[in-house]
């Protein structure tokens, strides 16, 4: 039993001393053992409770929320009683995740073992204790308040947001393989300029999906700074690293200790397509679509030019395609939108576009069709046409900006156009949903942002007002549309 104490007194050598305002945001005390001979369990019980808190027992516990739970503190105690020398009496609060909060360990709690003076070892331990002047504050929060959009994600709409878009080599979907006692998935995003890896799913209970597990910086290479939270939401430090694009290893203190934290990316999975990821200057990072409106004026979307050091523009000349260099000359990242500008000696203007860019959104049930450039690797680098109507006026929960659609959108229609079967432009498609979740489902970026991004770009840019073309003949409309779709290469 000694040696199980001077192991315990090491363990909280290591832990830094609770201040009054750490301890105030508890509110439980439970302690669900038996009785002893002694009566202590019946003692801790009633001086916890004079203290201050609500002393509780297991069935109690298993009642309250995920929120209340983790405002629980346990007590585990040992006692050494020795008939021939010194007794002792050692207790140890833990919280709900199970890490020491708090133990009575190096305040010499000892005894002579014919007095068996338990009763007065406990008060000695609870002098010990007031002197952090307990008193529960419900302001105290155990979630940390961060600051991103996904807290209402789940993996399928990370899958959704994902599909098609060029992403960071640690962007993705990663379940943790760590020896910490705890299965769970998270999805690593990014939000300004930072890395958020977001609880999807979680057999712990003290974790709800949306909390954040992960914060990361990228340094440089495939070294990231990272801030890691802890089984009871506590933020600690911590260098991490991803390998191979799949394996997040990172490492941070765990309980006195120094443990390495391993995630491995499910999705992407190494044989699915994504917009792209960065990769070795001078080589194609991602692909995606665009639509040629005026002149060498094009517009595309925002996830696809996203840090893009080269662009190139493909475009269709008198039935052969031929590739310009171009730059981004201005972006909407809230709604999805770029213009990119061809800027190349060779490049002879192709005039006002034949089609109208509508000013007003379409009606649910209109009948569309995307143009573009999906799955170039697979597919080959002829243009696309998927059909489909117009399935509701608002996008993926509920966003005003996009139309949700049931045309197929597919890695590399992005930025591509979404015509009416007149010719107009309606939208331009910007992602679709992955196969395993819904067949037939895009989304479209509505021609009224388009518009706005065209008055807002630093360049007088002329809108095309239409001119007339085929009715009622799908296959010469698109042939007087095609040389207008662009195959957009980023580098």
């Not at 002579?112 to 331990?125: E, N, R």
């Not at 899958?159 to 098609?164: A, E, F």
């Not at 080599?169 to 300004?192: M, Q, T, W």
């Not at 269709?316 to 939108?337: H, M, Q, W």
């Amino acid at each position: 039993m000694k040696r199980i104490l001077t192991i315990i007194a090491l363990i909280f050598m290591s832990i830094s001393s609770l201040s009054a305002h750490e301890v105030n945001k508890y509110k439980y005390f439970c302690l669900d053992v038996e009785e002893n001979p002694y009566g202590i369990e019946k003692r801790f019980r009633e001086e916890f409770k004079k203290v201050g808190f609500l002393v509780i027992d297991s069935d109690n516990y298993e009642q309250l929320d995920p929120q209340e739970k983790a405002k629980t503190l346990f007590v585990e105690y040992d006692y050494f009683l020795n008939h021939n020398g010194d007794s002792s009496l050692a207790i140890i609060l833990k919280n709900a995740a199970g890490a020491i909060v708090w133990s009575n360990i190096g305040y010499g709690c000892t005894f002579l073992s014919a007095s068996g003076d338990f009763k007065k070892c406990t008060k000695q331990i609870m002098t010990a204790f007031k002197r952090l002047k307990y008193k529960y504050d419900e302001s105290i929060t155990f979630n940390q308040t961060i600051q991103h959009p996904y807290t209402k994600w789940t993996e399928d709409s990370v899958k959704t947001y994902l599909s098609g878009k060029r992403i960071s080599p640690v962007e993705g979907i990663y379940k943790n393989y760590s020896n910490d006692g705890n299965a769970y998935s998270i999805a690593i995003l990014k939000h300004d300029d930072k890395f958020y890896g977001i609880i999807l799913d979680s057999d712990n209970e003290l974790w709800k999906t949306g909390d954040t597990k992960i914060i990361l910086n990228h340094i440089e290479g495939s070294a990231y700074d990272a801030v890691y939270y802890d089984l009871n939401h506590q933020k600690v430090n911590a260098i991490a690293s991803i390998k191979d694009n799949r394996l997040l290893e990172f490492s941070a203190p765990y309980r006195g200790d120094i443990m390495t934290f391993s995630f491995i990316k499910t999705y992407p999975s190494s044989g699915e397509k994504s917009g792209g990821s960065v990769s070795p200057s001078g080589q194609c990072k991602a692909t995606g679509s665009g639509v040629l409106i005026s002149d060498n004026v094009i517009i595309t979307n925002y996830h696809v030019v996203d840090d893009a050091e080269k662009v190139e523009a493909i475009i269709n000349i008198n039935g052969i395609p031929e590739a310009f260099s171009a730059r981004v000359l201005c972006t909407d990242k809230t709604n999805d939108l770029a213009i990119v500008c061809i800027k190349d000696e060779k490049f002879k203007s192709q005039g006002n576009a034949p089609f109208q860019i509508l000013p007003n959104t379409v009606d649910v049930g209109t009948s569309v069709f995307a143009m573009g450039f999906p799955l170039t690797s697979f597919l080959g680098d002829e243009v696309k046409i998927t059909d489909g109507i117009i399935s509701s006026k608002s996008g993926f929960d509920g966003d005003i900006v996009t139309y949700q659609i049931s045309v197929p959108i597919q890695p590399g229609n992005s930025g591509g156009p979404l015509f009416d079967k007149k010719g107009n432009l309606v939208g331009i498609t910007n992602a679709g949903i992955d196969k395993s979740v819904a067949e037939n489902v895009g989304y479209a970026i509505k021609t009224p942002y388009v518009l706005n991004i065209i008055d807002s770009a630093p360049i007088n840019i002329s809108i095309p007002q239409g001119i007339t073309l085929p009715k009622d003949n799908l296959p010469e409309l698109i042939k007087c549309l095609k040389p207008y779709v662009v195959y957009i290469k980023i580098y």
